[in-house]
């Protein structure tokens, strides 16, 4: 990078995704928060996220919102994931966190290119509990 931190995939403007009916929403660069963070999984960033029309009954905003989360939830936990991985289920890439709320969640997502995510799922799950040391006697 060139020391200029809006330079990059990362950078405020973002991208707009033309298939009908989706919206590319940029993240913007690191200074700015949730839903405008760059994310990563595995220390590949990415600077924007594929959300569906609201109105697409099959769309992954819809989907989210079926689990009680919203797109800003979603956002939050992926501009500071707890945990990276992938889906045991589906073996795509996953991040794990806390919504504003506190509710611990992961989102499933699907990388589009080098700078794109389309989320595909998140939803409520248990938080891992923290393994106590213990010390032998």
Known sequence: ????PTAGPCSPEGVTDHTPGRQTRGTGDAQRGPG???????GMFHSSIIWDDEAD???NVQH?????LSVAD???VLASPVSEGHSTSTGLPAVWGHVPDGRFVIVV???VDADTVRVITAYE???PRRRSKRTKN
Request: net charge negative; glycine share 18%; charged share 25%.
């Open 125 to 127: 799950v248990p938080e």
């Open 1 to 4: 990078m060139n020391g200029d």
């Open 109 to 111: 997502y699907d990388e």
């Open 57 to 59: 009954p099959l769309g």
């Open 64 to 68: 989210i919102a079926e689990h009680d």
């Open 74 to 76: 979603v956002e939050a």
């Open 36 to 42: 405008g963070t760059c994310f990563g999984h595995g």
